[in-house]
């Protein structure tokens, strides 16, 4: 439980001194829920349970979001493909939360986006039926869509839909190759910073006192009987040979949030002779992020292709392509994506645009896993992604499956089953609930200027901040006024401040130079550096927060450098394996002393 004399924006900060605190509770104290994995459904299942009172605590093997959860389209959406595949259930629930986060839970993160779906055009007079079949078919199921949000959306948040003609569709998008064109319908679905949406689900679990802890890897269950009574883990950023790295963490219920290592966790009850009857598959999911001016155009769009769909999305000064939608078998820590499936995409995206995009205009590629309950279909295309909640052993859930949207109901779902078995009574309050940073956020937008003029900074950096942190700017701007250098813009990247840095490290988890330039910022992929240019800056900026010396700053700095390395060799390759070889040639920056019983033996500089 928090202390109330603390304030919630307090409380949840995650800085170094709070992890070391959280660290001995997770030693000494017994949780009534210990949740594993520090992706949208951990988090989302923190602060759920953390919410009705219970004492609850949260290890993450790696960074918050270093898995799937920050690897996504970016997208807040219901699914409007789901409306044709007949999955009325998903999409109303997808809407629902989409109603909730854009209107309440998270107005500061997540945004109306407008897409359009282009309509192809038949030949001359003859393809005049074809073209009004083609429209009223997309055209009733985007007024479907529009409809489900308004009846069940929970505050729309979005506007309505519209249809254009092929002149009013390219005025909108002018790059959109006008031979083929018959026409437009304009949509909205809700945009979200992904990996930003789980830090500050980690933080709203924090405020509400939960016990939240990164680099902290769950490699056993402890049980007594056939009950499952905690968890044995292991401290990735404890020195080498320290006898303090593994310890056990006592609970009354553990939650599995691991998405695609799911199967992991089924794995260490494999002695008793349990088979927990799910199964998680992992489709690989590849974006390319190219620069706003490669491409003409003010909404997104969503194209259909042989195998999925593929959105070109408005992404700040940048475009994201994707996806791809392929079985994926090997390292799941870092999927990597291979030359074949840029190509794939480049050839997708270049069947509807005037000026043919080229790899030279590719500034970033990012590649993630989905976690998809196994079936009998021969693609992953076809996997449901609705989510499932089991308890294989007495004091042990699993929940798997599911989609970004419908992290909230997931984390309810698995909880309400956590707490029946506690003999807690009290249900799930998170649709009420705003996460931090909301609270105040409207008034603060509204009134931004005078925000601006009393910091003596632009109105868009302003505007900037508030996009990322909501209320929580303040917090910034106190450390811009402390320090006036910190409003300076970060070497290589001028789209983020330095302030951003140091909050980071002061209160959002970060531990590593690779959780600010892939997770806290999106650097890694939207410079065509991949933030090799802002790393030194940036290492700089977070070792005078953690008490990084040279050594140190120059080991975070090559540790980062590996990894755009093999990343960019990756993206070279043929096919999965050789790709996956490639990517697996920069260790881990979390845990690889304490692995490896060395500091930085081997470690490229």
């Known amino acids: 439980m928090r202390d109330p004399h603390v304030p919630r924006f307090v409380a ?88 909730l986060l854009a209107t309440r839970l998270a107005p500061h993160l997540v945004r109306p986006v407008p897409f359009l779906v282009p309509l192809p055009a038949g030949e001359g007079v003859r393809g005049l039926p074809a073209r009004i079949i083609r429209r009223a078919y ?138 927990p009857g799910i199964r998680v598959r992992a489709s690989k999911g590849v974006h390319l992020v190219v620069p706003r001016s490669a491409i003409t155009g003010d909404t ?123 003999g807690w009574q009290r249900p799930s309050r998170t649709a009420d609930l705003p996460l931090l940073g909301a609270d105040g956020y409207a008034a603060m937008w509204r009134d931004r200027a005078d925000l601006a003029r009393r910091h003596g900074l632009p109105v868009g950096v302003v505007e900037h901040l508030l996009e990322r942190y909501g209320s929580l700017t303040l917090d910034l701007l106190a450390l811009i006024d402390a320090d006036p250098l910190l409003a300076s813009p970060l070497a290589g990247a001028p789209e983020y401040l330095a302030a951003e840095v140091t909050y980071a490290a002061r209160a959002e988890g970060a531990l590593h130079l690779e959780d600010v330039l892939t997770r806290r910022t999106r650097i890694s992929f939207e410079t065509t550096h991949r933030g090799l240019e802002s790393a030194e800056h940036a290492a700089e900026l977070m070792g005078a927060v953690l008490g990084w010396d040279a050594d140190r700053r120059a080991r975070e700095v090559a540790h980062y450098r590996a990894r755009v390395t093999a990343e960019r060799q990756s993206q070279l390759m043929p096919d999965d394996a050789t790709a996956d070889a490639a990517r697996l040639g920069a260790p881990d920056v979390r845990g690889y002393a304490a692995d490896r019983g060395a500091d930085d033996a081997g470690l490229p500089r």
């Not at 700040?316 to 499936?341: F, M, N, Q, V, Y």
């Open 12 to 99: 949840g900060q995650l800085s170094s001194s709070r992890r070391a605190s959280d660290l001995r509770r997770l030693r000494a104290e017994r949780f009534d829920v210990l949740v594993i994995g520090g992706g949208v459904t951990g988090a989302g299942a923190a602060v759920d349970a953390a919410s009705r009172g219970l004492k609850v605590a949260l290890v993450e093997a790696r960074d918050f979001a270093a898995g799937t959860s920050s690897r996504s389209s970016k997208l807040i959406h219901g699914g409007l493909r789901y409306l044709e595949q007949l999955e009325f259930n998903l999409v109303h629930e997808a809407l629902t939360e989409r109603g």
């Open 138 to 275: 997309y055209g009733a199921g985007v007024a479907a869509y529009d409809a489900f949000a308004g009846l069940f959306g929970g505050g729309r948040g979005m506007p309505l839909h519209r249809h254009l003609s092929r002149e009013g569709a390219r005025r909108v998008f002018p790059s959109l190759r006008a031979e083929g064109l018959a026409g437009a319908i304009r949509y909205y679905d809700g945009q979200v910073d992904d990996a930003r949406l789980v830090v500050t689900l980690a933080r709203t679990a924090a405020s509400l006192g939960a016990t939240v802890v990164s680099s902290a890897r769950a490699v056993g269950l402890i049980r007594q009987a056939r009950e499952v009574t905690g968890v044995r883990v292991r401290d990735l950023e404890a020195p080498a040979g320290s006898p303090d790295a593994e310890f056990e963490v006592q609970a009354r219920s553990v939650i599995a949030a691991t998405g695609v290592w799911t199967d992991d966790m089924s794995r260490m009850l494999n002695d008793v002779g349990l088979r």
């Open 300 to 422: 997104g769009l969503i194209l259909r292709t042989a195998t999925s769909v593929l959105f070109v999305i408005p992404w700040g000064g940048h475009w994201i392509i994707g996806t791809t939608d392929t079985d994926w078998r090997l390292d799941r820590s870092h999927p990597a994506a291979s030359a074949s499936d840029i190509d794939y995409l480049l050839r997708q995206v270049n069947a509807v645009l005037d000026r043919p995009l080229t790899t030279a205009d590719i500034e970033g590629v990012y590649a993630g896993l989905r976690p998809l309950l196994a079936g009998e279909a021969d693609s992953t295309s076809k996997l449901s992604r609705e989510h499932a909640v089991i308890e294989p052993m007495l004091g042990l859930l699993l929940v798997a499956g599911g989609k970004y949207t419908t992290y909230r109901v997931m984390a309810a779902d698995v909880v309400d089953r956590a707490v029946r078995r506690l």
